[in-house]
């Protein structure tokens, strides 16, 4: 048996680099990337230039509400 040659009339122009083109999951399954989004308001934003400034900021305040509750725990205990 054999295969009809046919021919397919592509309408995509040439300039479009389909093999640069990045796949994204869409729907339920798009949570499963491993990143979550957070949005940062503009004012926020100008402070921080990268996630990492984000991240070690964040850090930094867990830190130190930690030791402050560690602080107010013995000063409740030692009255």
Same mark, same amino acid.
């Given at each position: 048996? @054999? @295969?009809? $040659?046919?021919?397919?009339?592509?309408?995509?122009?040439?300039?479009? %680099?389909? $093999? !640069?083109?990045?796949? +994204? @999951?869409? &729907?339920?399954? +798009?949570?499963?990337? &491993? +990143?979550?989004?957070?949005?940062?308001?503009? %004012?926020? =934003?100008?402070?921080?230039? %990268? =996630? =990492? !400034?984000?991240?070690?900021?964040?850090?930094?305040? #867990? +830190? #130190?509400?930690?030791?402050? !509750?560690? #602080? =107010?725990?013995?000063? &409740?205990?030692?009255?």
């Amino acid at each position: 048996m @054999k @295969k009809d $040659k046919t021919t397919t009339e592509d309408e995509l122009r040439p300039e479009y %680099d389909l $093999k !640069s083109l990045q796949v +994204r @999951k869409m &729907g339920p399954e +798009r949570k499963h990337f &491993g +990143r979550f989004v957070v949005q940062l308001e503009p %004012d926020v =934003a100008e402070v921080f230039p %990268d =996630a =990492a !400034s984000v991240n070690e900021a964040l850090r930094f305040l #867990i +830190r #130190i509400t930690k030791e402050n !509750s560690a #602080i =107010a725990q013995r000063v &409740g205990t030692d009255t």
